[in-house]
């Protein structure tokens, strides 16, 4: 597709049960990023993938929380035992790698807004 | 670790100059952004400076930059309606994580 495109655009779950949240990346793209923003906070960086590899996953809040890719193209992050606290649009942003240096330049999803009951 | 800090509000009149203002902490810094969200959609770059520069000017937007200061600003010229939104700074560090730090974003209201 032209975009990043990310699914579902709304989930609303029960607690205690796991979520997935899917994101196609721009083709061509390598690096994918997931960020997650909550009301009234800025965007939280969760895991970075450079291909199929994530060599950042410093900012994923939790054990519950666990991020894969495959074929350097799609990827999915599945949120375990939701809690309340998880409830926030999770935004997926892809870059185009340029001679094996990012200069950052990410193009967004819409972002998938989870709520947690 | 990095630290992006920006206001959380700003309110304009049509027509104005509106200056949002960002402070960072990471001096290995190498470019930094700045990201527009409008209502119910993703975050879509405006412009990003590299940190050896200290302007750059792209038709209404102007972006300062003082390195010593770890200080970034955006000017909208004759700010419109249609620039209501929630603007982001970010950078990108020169070292460590290869992923984008952004500030917890500015809103900006227009008044007409």
């Known amino acids: 597709g032209a975009g990043v495109s990310q699914s579902p655009s709304n989930k609303v779950t029960e607690k205690g049960k796991d979520v997935e949240l899917r994101c196609d990346p721009i083709?061509?793209?390598?690096?994918l990023y997931w960020y997650r923003q909550s009301l009234g906070q800025g965007l939280e960086f969760l895991i970075y993938f450079q291909g199929n590899s994530a060599p950042d996953k410093s900012g994923l809040p939790s054990d519950r929380f666990s991020a894969e890719r495959t074929g350097g193209s799609v990827s999915t992050l599945t949120i375990q035992r939701t809690q309340q606290e998880d409830s926030a649009v999770y935004l997926c942003?892809?870059?185009?790698?340029?001679?094996?240096?990012?200069?950052?330049?990410?193009?967004f999803g819409e972002g998938s807004r989870l709520t947690v009951l | 670790g990095e630290d992006v800090e920006q206001s959380l509000f700003l309110s304009v009149r049509e027509g104005d100059s509106s200056v949002i203002n960002c402070t960072y902490t990471?001096?290995?810094?190498?470019?930094l952004y700045w990201y527009k969200q409008e209502p119910g959609a993703g975050l879509q770059l405006l412009t990003y400076i590299f940190s050896n520069m200290d302007m750059k000017q792209d038709q209404r937007l102007t972006v300062l930059l003082n390195k010593k200061d770890k200080h970034l600003s955006l000017r909208i010229a004759d700010t419109q309606t249609g620039d209501s939104a929630i603007y982001f700074c970010a950078e990108l560090g020169g070292t460590g994580r290869r992923a984008l730090t952004f500030g917890s974003g500015t809103r900006l209201q227009v008044q007409p």
């Open positions: 942003a892809s870059s185009l790698v340029a001679g094996g240096r990012n200069t950052g330049e990410l193009f």
């Open positions: 083709s061509g793209h390598t690096a």
């Open positions: 990471d001096s290995s810094s190498t470019y």
